[in-house]
């Protein structure tokens, strides 16, 4: 009585093996010997492993699922920022690089506020004696001359002499010390004594002091650097290398620019860190 049972069920095992495997258990075992029994029987066991395949496989190819650790290294966080930032350049690179460079330029006033008074930022702030609009204004000049600038010069440095040789590195190293450098220096002097109020008379007599020292320090300095720069590093790293080497530049420059407050001794050890760095 149960084979036509079986028959009525011969297709249940592609909805779900159960049926099929009730209606194998409740037909007597003389009528489970023939042949349509052993196809339902292999019907029933495909059908079963079908059935768990999936949810195995979906364990396995979606990591979504498994718990994930919570807890990062410095390390890994490190990397994340730097691929973050590296992103950031190639979407938006010049006001990624003006942005980074105002920081570094802030930072270097901030130090060189420091060395001045010979107390640390927090006591500076405590005392009142910390000048945030000097450091506004190395920030502003960072992110609006100093990134954009080098960022344009440069990409046209390494487009127009491309290359990793012995010559590449040396006219691009010429071309950025003994061209822009001594047309950019004066333009951000320039710039920074606009921003302080400084009058037309100040500016006459105060560049051809300051000027001539200060193209013969950024050489001592910048020469070496931008030799490994322009040689060695990516085109869209090199502004960021130059801002890294600009915090010791930018304190030195915090502290040149400012004579009133600043004593012959501190200029003389500024001097000496930059030549050594």
Not at 17 to 28: G, K
Not at 192 to 215: C, F, H, N, T
């Amino acid at each position: 009585d149960f084979l036509p049972f079986a028959r009525l069920h011969k297709h249940c095992w592609l909805v779900h093996p159960l049926p099929t495997i009730i209606t194998m258990l409740r037909t007597p075992l003389s009528q489970r010997r023939g042949p349509y029994t052993l196809s339902l029987r292999a019907h029933a066991y495909s059908s079963l492993r079908r059935s768990r395949q999936p949810l195995q496989n979906n364990n396995k190819r979606n990591p979504q699922t498994q718990p994930k650790s919570t807890t990062s290294s410095p390390k890994s966080r490190f990397l994340q920022s730097f691929a973050w930032y590296s992103a950031k350049l190639e979407t938006h690179p010049l006001l990624t690089k003006g942005i980074t460079s105002g920081i570094i330029a802030g930072f270097g006033d901030v130090l060189g506020q420091s060395i001045q008074s010979q107390d640390s930022l927090w006591e500076m702030m405590r005392t009142g004696r910390f000048d945030i609009t000097r450091t506004g204004r190395f920030f502003l000049l960072g992110s609006v001359l100093v990134g954009p600038v080098c960022h344009v010069w440069y990409g046209s440095l390494m487009q127009r002499f491309p290359g990793s040789s012995f010559q590449r590195i040396t006219t691009r190293v010429v071309l950025d010390q003994f061209c822009f450098a001594p047309l950019f220096l004066p333009t951000w002097l320039l710039n920074l004594w606009m921003l302080q109020g400084k009058s037309a008379d100040y500016v006459v007599e105060e560049m051809p002091r300051i000027l001539p020292e200060m193209v013969i320090n950024n050489w001592k300095l910048w020469i070496p650097a931008q030799s490994i720069n322009l040689g060695f590093v990516a085109s869209k790293y090199q502004v960021l290398v130059s801002n890294v080497v600009s915090v010791a530049w930018n304190t030195y420059l915090s502290i040149t620019t400012q004579p009133s407050n600043t004593s012959d001794d501190t200029i003389s050890f500024l001097k000496e860190e930059a030549v050594e760095c």
